[in-house]
């Protein structure tokens, strides 16, 4: 089942419009995979100041597909940050 696109574009993470503009319809799946990105997003920009679109590219919808945790993922987007930095 896909949905058709009906966002307020003005709400949403930079990363979630970007998601968003790619695809001509969000199945359920993308869906809860934005609403666990936005809780990645959310968690990294606590620790680290930016948006997930700032930084090096993840594994983010495999991941999501895997069944890691927000937690986990923002934990290792922020030490793969880390590594590049240093």
Known sequence: ???NKCVNRN???RYRQYFVKRKQ???NQDLEFLKWMDQVEDLV????GL???????MPYYVSFEDGVTME????????SFNVIIY
């Open 1 to 3: 089942m896909t949905i």
């Open 11 to 13: 709400s949403m993470s």
């Open 51 to 57: 948006n997930l679109l700032d930084i090096n590219d």
């Open 45 to 48: 920009q606590a620790k680290i």
């Open 72 to 79: 986990e993922m923002a934990k290792q987007t922020i030490n």
């Open 25 to 27: 319809e969000l199945t």
